[in-house]
């Protein structure tokens, strides 16, 4: 998005129409008519609660973005947000296997949020719904202190056949990666260094991740024996897929070079591959298959191998412990 395209955006606290002149069912009035009607939806939003029709295994996962921690009003807009906040969620279905079927969004805010935010807020969450045939079941609104907006999504899924655990991968096995690697923390650093124009691509993906949803019941029908999205950075994620399995991964250099290069013209081949390696937010797809079997659009980037006596499990790059720590909400770095 151009320096312009921002600075047209008001921040979000001033200007507009604020939430306090608006009673609760105001606002939900304003808000339910840009939900996607949902073909498995029995009872819409706006009673109790809502009734949707669904397999006989859902699977249930819940995410929540918070205004200062996972975006910045000059950052991102309203809808740049409920696209994420709903992606992100989505992603975490795909990485079991399953197919998402309804989301619940509760957003909690200072009163001084404008009306205008929401409403662009609920637009973008709405789209992605809409596109991955989703349904909106509803919600929660509560007000926050000063300068707090937080919003908290939990998404439903239908699971067809097994779900893909973490703890599946086998020695011998494939690591694979769908989708990009190191483009939304990309984007971050341009977006903290006032230069979002550098990389348009990475920028975009920081604010509007695009998880392959597809690719996680393709790789499950596929036989893909742990799954499960890059939301913290390659190494810690692949971290939690060696140590559930109980198994050594090694990644291969030479298979992430494409991404590296992607991103060292703007960054630096330093920072490029620290982007690669660690960055999270990016909600592509990490998966171990039985070599031989890869699926469309995935792409060999490790390999599994069995712990030896003196080591523990791990994700190596060629053959090597790497000390890139990838994102932590709560330790101080
Ligand atoms: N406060 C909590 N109470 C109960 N369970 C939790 C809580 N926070 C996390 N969990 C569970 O811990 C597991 C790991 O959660 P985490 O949020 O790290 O998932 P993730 O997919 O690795 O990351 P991301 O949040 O980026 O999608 C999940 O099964 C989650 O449901
Ligand atoms: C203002 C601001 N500061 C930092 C970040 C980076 N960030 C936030 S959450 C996260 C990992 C995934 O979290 P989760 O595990 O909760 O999905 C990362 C890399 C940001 N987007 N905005
Ligand atoms: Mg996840």
């Known amino acids: 998005m151009s320096n312009a395209r921002r600075s047209e955006r008001g921040p979000m606290m001033t ?18 008519p840009a939900f996607p009607p949902g073909a498995d939806l029995v ?8 009734v949707l029709r669904t397999s006989d295994r ?48 509760t957003l909690v805010a200072d009163p001084e949020l404008s009306l205008e935010w929401v409403l662009d807020h609920v637009r973008g969450l709405a789209e992605v719904c809409t596109a991955a045939g989703v349904a909106v079941l509803g919600g929660d609104l509560s007000s926050a202190p000063p300068g707090v907006v937080m919003v908290s999504v939990t998404a439903l899924g239908r699971l067809d056949g097994e779900p893909v655990l973490r703890s599946g991968a086998r020695p011998g096995d494939v690591l694979a990666v769908h989708g990009s690697l190191g483009l939304a923390d990309a984007g971050l650093r341009l977006l903290q260094a006032d230069a979002p124009d550098r990389l ?20 499950a029908a596929g036989g893909a ?12 994620d692949g971290g939690r897929i060696a140590r559930a399995s109980r198994v050594v991964l090694d990644l291969d250099l030479s298979a992430l070079v494409p ?22 937010e990016e909600h592509s797809l990490l998966a171990t ?5 890869l699926p469309a659009g995935w792409r060999a980037i490790g390999t599994v191998r069995a712990v030896r006596d003196d080591e523990a499990p791990a994700i190596l790059v060629g053959g090597r412990v790497v000390t890139h720590t990838g994102w932590d909400h709560f330790r101080a770095t």
């Open 15 to 32: 200007g507009g129409t604020p939430l306090r002149s608006l009673d609760e069912e105001e606002l939900l009035g304003h808000i339910f």
């Open 43 to 50: 009872v819409a939003p706006g009673d109790d609660a809502a």
């Open 58 to 105: 859902t699977i249930a996962t819940t995410d929540t973005v918070v205004l200062g921690r996972d975006w910045l009003d000059a950052w991102s807009s309203g809808a740049d947000i409920g696209h994420k906040v709903v992606a992100q969620n989505l992603a975490d279905v795909a990485a079991m296997g399953g197919v998402p079927t309804g989301v619940l969004v």
């Open 200 to 219: 348009p691509e990475a920028t975009e993906r920081q604010r509007r991740p695009e998880p392959p949803l597809a690719a996680g019941p393709q790789a």
């Open 225 to 236: 024996t742990a799954m499960l999205d890059v939301s913290d950075g390659l190494l810690r």
């Open 259 to 280: 991404d590296v290069d992607a991103l060292a013209d703007v960054l630096g081949a330093e920072q490029a591959l620290d982007c690669v390696l660690a960055g999270g």
């Open 289 to 293: 298959f039985p070599a031989g079997v």
